[in-house]
């Protein structure tokens, strides 16, 4: 039995080379964006945080930026948000798309929050996953940015990237298998980082209509990262 327990844990860690793929990767990352933050403007407010990582489902950053001021004007607390008509919600974030969807979500969550937590956003993957709407992906989002302790934040950009870089097959889509293969390999306090900054790298370099890869400053490393086995 206890064989097989190691034979499990050799098999899920990544080797050596990838480890130092990741190290590289996230070295050149901060050098060019040294200033790693979220593309979400949410002010170090952890409920707004929330809010608007639920609003940027299929809807872009700068759009849900956009929405906040007059959002938050009306919903400044969770406890304002579990109040507020739910029509009156659909027509602040209706510009976000699935706005009833996301306005059902919000106002349910709210009250989960009001009710269950004191107003406070939950700070255990458990708790926040048992929230309308939320998946790993914001779960993770919240957990890195506001604790430090979550794990990779597994949006198309990063996806996109991490494959092409060569940290898995090019072309997986899968969020769940990209997280379980990023994670061993960028250590927990760096996770939140490395994503914010995979997002900006995407959105000037590595962009999904097509790159110019002889400019790109992590050519190198892309090329090298292919080769890994």
């Known amino acids: 039995m206890k064989t097989n327990k190691t034979n499990k844990t050799n098999k899920n860690k990544p080797s050596p080379r990838l480890v130092h793929l990741g190290e590289a990767v996230g070295e050149r990352l901060e050098k060019i964006y040294p200033n790693a933050e979220c593309a979400l403007d949410y002010r170090g407010d952890p409920w707004r945080l929330f809010v608007m990582a639920r ?3 299929q809807c872009t950053d700068k759009r849900v930026n ?3 001021p007059a959002l ?6 969770a406890a304002a948000a579990a109040e507020i008509p739910v029509e009156r919600l659909e027509e602040l974030v209706r510009s976000c798309g699935l706005y009833r969807e996301k306005a059902k979500n919000i106002k349910e969550s709210a009250k989960i929050i009001v009710e269950k937590h004191g107003g ?6 458990e708790e926040l996953l048992a929230l309308p709407g939320v998946g790993r992906k914001i779960a993770n989002l919240l957990l890195g940015d506001l604790h430090g302790r979550g794990g990779m934040v597994c949006d198309t950009h990063l996806m996109r990237i991490c494959g092409r870089l060569g940290f898995y097959e090019e072309g997986l889509k899968d969020p769940t298998k990209c997280e379980r293969i990023m994670n061993p390999i960028i250590p927990m306090e760096k996770r939140a980082d490395f994503c914010h900054r ?5 959105r000037e370099y590595c962009t999904a209509r097509g790159n110019d890869c002889t400019k790109c400053p992590l050519n190198d490393l892309c090329a090298a990262g292919k080769k890994i086995k």
């Not at 995979?198 to 995407?202: K, L, P």
């Open 55 to 57: 609003l940027s489902a």
């Open 66 to 68: 956009e929405v906040s």
């Open 72 to 77: 938050f004007a009306e919903i400044p607390d």
């Open 120 to 125: 406070a956003i939950p700070d255990t993957e």
């Open 198 to 202: 995979i997002v900006f790298f995407g």
